[in-house]
Each structure stands twice: as C-alpha cells, then as structure tokens.
C-alpha cells in the first residue's frame, strides 16, 4: 500500500513539473510604455502658526498692581485698561514738581523787578554795565529754572501714565503671571496679547523647489494648511512674501503664507503642514500596481532584448491616486510588466502584449 502511495505521488510531482514551464511559457504577460503627460501634486512642508499680531505686555516702572481690568483669554480692544499700578509716589512727584513751577515763578518775578530797576540806574548813569549785565544773567538763569522745573513736572506726569497699562492693539489676552498686589520690577513681564483675526505660516522650501515655484507659480499662490490633527483646514491661505536670502546652513528658503484665523481655531505656536501645488512637465508616471518594494525600495520589472525581464529600482517624486510620478531610473521607452510579477525572475524569458495605459485625469 504504502509503495503504490509513493508511486502516485511521484507520478503527480513529475507531471507537474513537465507541465510547469509549458504553462509558463504559454502565458502572455501584458506590457506598457510609461504614462507621458503634465500633472501636478502637492508637496507638504512643516510650518509653524503665528499671529499677525504677537507682543509682551510689560511694565515701565516698578510698582504695585493695584488693580486687573481683565481675565485670561478675554478679548480687548485697542487703548483698553489692563493693569493700574499704585501711583501714589508719582502723584506725589507731580505735586512737588507743581511747587517748584511756582517757586520758579516767584523767584523769576522778583529778579525781573530788579533787573528792571538796575536798568533805569544803568540809563540814568548811577550803576556800570557790568552790574546790568549781571542782572541780566540772573534772569536767564531763573528763566532756566522755570524750564527745568517744568520738564520735570512733565516726566513726573510721564511715569503716572506708565501706571495705567493699556492694549496696544486689539486682540485676546494670555496668561497673566501676576497677581493683584504683587510687587513688580520694571520691565516685568505682565501677559502677552494675540490679534488672531489673521495668522502668518512660516514654511522652509528647498533652492530648488523655490525655483520650481516660481517657474510654476499661478496667480493666486494659494496653499492648503494641514492641521496637527491631519484635518483640513477649511480655508485656504495665500503666500505673501519670502525671505530675501537663502539661509547658507541649510539652501532653504522661509516662505510666509496669510490664513483668515476661521473661528479663531488657529493660536500663536500651532503646527501643521503647508500644501503647496508643483507641477511637472511631461512627467514620467507608472502604475503602482507594476511595482514592489523591498527594504523601502521601489522596484519594477521591465522586458529588454530576446523577451529578457530585469530589475529596475526607480525613485518615484510622489505618489498619486493609482501612479508614481517617476523622475530616475526609467524612460519613456521601456517596456513594463503591467501586473502579475510576483513568480518572475531576473533573466527570465517571457512573451508579452504591449497595451496602452488609460489616461486617468
């Protein structure tokens, strides 16, 4: 029993492999030429989010924080009250420089008067010009004095604004780090306000995707923003300027695209990913169901003189629906195995149909 089980299984095995190569030789595997046509993708650059509106808020003068006109995350408008800080010093100052005004006012009178009276004994050849040239100068030194005292009362009333802080703009206020009656030195930093109507995204692109833009560039110069989250963001946003340098560390180039902050939903330091068009002239594209990948690879089997098949690895540019678009490793006039690539060896000799691909735009 067991020999004739043996006998029956070497009869399949050879018949299957005296049938292998006939069926093999028989098939005809369909070829193509290479897609030839202009197309377009979208490259993906990473981009940081700023608002077209981005300051510290800070005090000019130490003080007190007597009182906080708002909250976190509030909205103001421009000249809007934020902070008062105590002012009872300064007000001080302003009275004192009030006093002085009137002290030099005083004094200049009373050497105006004695000017006047040294001059009627000058005409009257009772005093030397000396003596009404000192009198003189008298004069103009307490018309100093005023002056002094005046700017003084000026820069007094100067440092009692600095006590009111105010918006520079009108936009949304963040984090306030101090509290009311916490004592702060000049220059502190008090909160920070955003105008988000508006938000700037900076991108990086390489010398030669920067010549590539601008060869290629529409009139509008729209871009897409991918969000942190891989959304789309709804609205479309329009390139603005470039830097005027290419930065020689890294040959790339900072672009600036302009978005309507929709719904405020994009903040000051948000990240995403810019889309911007490229298009490509009598770009080479090839069917991705003729490739396969090996270690990140990509590879594509084409038939060469006598029916041979070799390997070809390519480097596709980008990926689109159904194709890649191929910039090395191919040309428009090689012959590709379309499909059903996975029992070939290099070297192999085969017989092929030639088929034409269909246009997928």
């Not at 098939?27 to 979208?42: A, C, M, N």
């Not at 920070?192 to 010549?211: G, K, T």
């Not at 891989?230 to 609205?235: M, R, T």
């Not at 672009?255 to 068009?277: D, E, M, T, V």
Request: glycine content about 4%; charged content about 25%; some cysteine.
């Amino acid at each position: 029993m067991k020999t004739l089980i043996y006998v029956c299984l070497s009869f399949i095995f050879m018949t299957a492999c005296s049938e292998t190569p006939t069926a093999k030789e028989n098939k005809k595997y369909q070829v193509i030429h290479p897609l030839i046509k202009d197309t377009s993708y979208e490259r993906e650059y990473a981009a940081t989010i700023n608002s077209i509106q981005n300051v510290d808020i800070r005090n000019r003068i130490k003080g007190f924080i007597e009182e906080i006109y708002v909250d976190e995350g509030r909205k103001v408008v421009k000249g809007q009250l934020l902070f008062r800080l105590n002012s009872a010093e300064i007000e001080q100052l302003v009275r004192k420089a009030d006093v002085m005004i009137q002290t030099a006012e005083a004094e200049l009178r009373g050497i105006e008067i004695e000017y006047e009276n040294t001059k009627k004994l000058f005409d009257k050849n009772i005093v030397s010009k000396s003596e009404l040239d000192l009198s003189a100068t008298k004069v103009q030194l307490n018309k100093a004095k005023l002056r002094l005292a005046r700017v003084e009362k000026e820069q007094a009333q100067l440092h009692l604004t600095f006590t009111e802080i105010r918006a520079p703009f009108s936009g949304v206020i963040n984090r306030i780090p101090f509290k009311k009656g916490s004592l702060v030195d000049e220059g502190s930093l008090l909160t920070s306000i955003s105008n988000n109507e508006f938000v700037y995204a900076y991108f990086n692109v390489s010398e030669s995707e920067y010549l590539d833009y601008l060869q290629n560039r529409q009139k509008a110069d729209r871009v897409q923003l991918i969000l942190a989250n891989n959304s789309l963001y709804q609205e479309s946003g329009i390139i603005e300027t470039t830097e005027s340098e290419i930065d020689a560390s890294t040959g790339n180039l900072a672009f600036r695209a302009k978005f309507h902050n929709y719904k405020n939903l994009l903040k000051q330091g948000s990240s995403g990913k810019i889309l911007l068009p490229a298009h490509v002239k009598n770009a080479i594209l090839i069917p991705q169901k003729s490739t396969f990948e090996i270690q990140g690879n990509i590879f594509l089997y084409v038939v060469g003189k006598e029916n041979k098949v070799s390997v070809k690895k390519i480097s596709p540019l980008y990926r689109l629906s159904n194709f890649f678009v191929v910039t090395d490793g191919i040309t428009k006039n090689d012959l590709i195995i379309l499909e059903g690539i996975q029992s070939l060896k290099e070297g192999e000799k085969i017989q092929t149909e030639l088929i034409s691909i269909p246009d997928f735009s």
